[in-house]
C-alpha cells in the first residue's frame, strides 16, 4: 500500500521503516531539511538498536523516501499517518499545535478517499473533535482512525514489529477493513474500538505502567527504612500472574517522552471535565522526589560541597541517548545547588547533556569518573556501569540497583 507520514520523530521514523520492511511503499515527510537529508541517507536522527539498518535496507530497496514536499506525498497515499509531537504546555495541557497544523496540510491536499490515521497520543475526543472537522473543511472524502503506538525507546523496532497488541480506533467498517491490510503479516492481536476509546487506551496503559513503578517506589521507600530488598518484595510479588513482575524495579523514578508527559496530560483532561484524579497526583509527586532521595543519601556520607560527585548514566533509561525528563536532570540541578563539581558520563547522550550544562565535566568513560570523584551515584543501568571492580574503594550511591565492590554502597531502594 502507498502510505504517507507526517513528522519524523520516534514514532514517524519507527513506523515508517517498519511499514516499508513488510513492503509498503512510504514516504517520510518531514519540514526539516536536513532530518530528510540524514535519513535519504541511510542516517537515523535519533539512536535506536537496528534503526540504520533497517533505514539502509529499505531506502536500498526503494520502499522508503523522506520528503519536504508534503502535498505530493499525501496525494498518492492511500493512507496517511500523523506522527507530530505532542508535548506538555507548562500546566501539564497537551498542546495541539503541531497536530492542527499537520491535519490542515493533509486538508489541504486531500484529492481522493484516504484514511488518515492518528498516532501521536492525544487525549481522548481530539481524533473526532478537532482532527476531523479540520479534516472535513476540504470537503472531500475520508475515513479516520486512531492507533495508538505502544513502543519502548531502545526496542521501538522490535515492539512495532512485535509488540502485544495493535489497536485501532476506526470510524468506520471500510476504514477498518484498510487498517487491516496495513497490519498484514504483523503478528500481534488487533484490538479494534472507536478513536475516543483507542486514545484513551493509551493513556490508561500508560499511567498504569507508570502507577505500577511509583508503587514500588514508594513501597521500596519504606523498605529501605525497614532494611528490607525491594526487589526480593517484588521478585515475590511478580509471581502473582495477576500482578505480574515488569514495571515494579524501584530507582530513581521513570523519565523519558512519555510517561511524565502523559501522565500530566490525562490529569489535566480529568480535572477539566471535574474529577479529583487523586491517584495519578500521587504518581507524579513520588515521582518527583524519588531522584532528591539519592541527594538525601549522598549527604547522609559526605557534604557535597566543593567535593568532586560522579554521574553515572544521564539518558532516562539505558538503551537509548534521551535525557527528556530524566531524573539525572533534577539530580545535576539539585548538586549545581549545592555547589558541587559534578563529573558525568552517559554511553549515548553526553551530547544532549553538553548543550543543557556546558559547564559540568563531561568524562570520556565511567573509569574516568570513578577516578576523579569522592562519591560515585548511579543513575541510569547501562551495562558499562555492571563492573563491580570499577567502584572499588569509593562510596556509591545507587539508583538502579547495581552489584559494585564499593567501600560504601548505599542502595535507593535496597
Ligand atoms: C514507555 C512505554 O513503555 C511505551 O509503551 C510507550 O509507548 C512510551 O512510554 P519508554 O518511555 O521508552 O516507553 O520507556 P520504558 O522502558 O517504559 O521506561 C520508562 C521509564 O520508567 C524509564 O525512566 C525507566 O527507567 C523507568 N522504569 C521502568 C522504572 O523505573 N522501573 C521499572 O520497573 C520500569
Not at 568532586?308 to 539518558?315: E, R, S, V
Request: proline share 4%.
Amino acid at each position: 500500500m502507498k502510505i504517507a507520514i507526517i513528522g519524523t520523530g520516534y514514532v514517524g521514523l519507527t513506523s515508517g521503516v517498519c511499514f516499508a520492511s513488510k513492503g509498503h511503499s512510504v514516504k517520510c515527510i518531514d519540514v526539516i531539511e536536513e532530518k530528510v537529508d540524514l535519513i535519504n541517507s541511510g542516517k537515523s536522527p535519533i539512536f535506536e538498536e537496528g534503526m540504520d539498518e533497517l533505514l539502509t535496507d529499505v531506502l536500498g530497496k526503494g520502499l522508503l523516501k523522506a520528503t519536504l514536499d508534503a502535498k505530493n506525498a499525501i496525494n498518492e497515499a492511500e493512507v496517511v499517518f500523523l506522527c507530530v509531537g505532542t508535548p506538555s504546555s507548562d500546566d501539564g495541557k497537551i498542546n495541539l499545535d503541531y497536530i492542527k497544523s499537520a491535519a490542515k496540510t493533509i486538508s489541504e491536499n486531500l484529492n481522493n478517499h484516504k484514511v488518515i490515521v492518528v498516532k501521536s497520543t492525544v487525549v481522548p475526543g481530539t481524533t473526532i473533535n478537532v482532527v476531523k472537522p479540520i479534516l472535513e473543511e476540504s470537503g472531500k472524502s475520508f475515513g479516520i482512525c486512531m492507533n495508538p503506538e505502544f513502543l519502548k525507546e531502545g526496542s521501538a523496532i522490535k515492539d512495532f514489529l512485535n509488540g502485544d497488541r495493535i489497536v485501532l480506533g476506526v470510524d468506520s467498517k471500510n476504514t477498518e477493513e484498510i487498517m487491516r491490510n496495513v497490519y498484514t503479516n504483523f503478528p500481534q492481536e488487533i484490538f479494534i474500538t472507536n478513536p475516543t476509546t483507542a486514545e484513551m487506551i493509551k493513556y490508561a496503559s500508560n499511567s498504569l505502567l507508570a502507577t505500577k513503578i511509583s508503587f514500588a517506589n514508594e513501597i521500596g521507600n519504606v523498605c529501605k527504612k525497614l532494611g528490607i530488598d525491594s526487589y526480593d518484595v517484588m521478585d515475590g510479588v511478580g509471581l502473582d500472574k495477576r500482578l505480574s513482575r515488569s514495571f515494579l524495579n524501584s530507582g530513581a523514578g521513570f523519565g523519558g517522552s512519555c510517561f511524565p508527559k502523559d501522565v500530566k496530560a490525562l490529569l489535566h483532561k480529568g480535572l477539566e471535565v471535574g474529577e479529583p484524579m487523586t491517584l495519578l497526583k500521587s504518581v507524579l509527586k513520588v515521582n518527583d522526589e524519588q531522584p532528591l532521595r539519592l541527594i538525601e543519601l549522598l549527604k547522609k556520607h559526605i557534604n557535597p560541597e566543593g567535593k568532586n560527585i560522579g554521574i553515572l548514566g544521564l539518558a532516562f533509561k539505558k538503551g537509548t541517548d534521551d535525557i527528556r525528563e530524566a531524573p539525572s536532570l533534577i539530580i545535576i540541578d539539585e548538586l549545581l545547588k549545592l555547589k558541587a563539581n559534578i563529573f558525568a558520563f552517559d554511553p549515548k547522550a553526553m551530547e544532549h547533556i553538553k548543550k543543557l550544562y556546558p559547564n559540568i565535566n563531561l568524562m570520556n568513560n565511567a573509569q574516568e569518573v570513578v577516578d576523579n570523584v569522592d562519591v560515585v551515584m548511579i543513575v541510569t543501568d547501562w551495562d558499562d556501569f555492571k563492573n563491580p571492580e570499577l567502584y572499588s574503594g569509593k562510596i556509591v550511591i545507587d539508583g538502579r540497583r547495581i552489584k559494585t565492590n564499593a567501600e560504601v554502597y548505599e542502595g535507593i531502594c535496597w
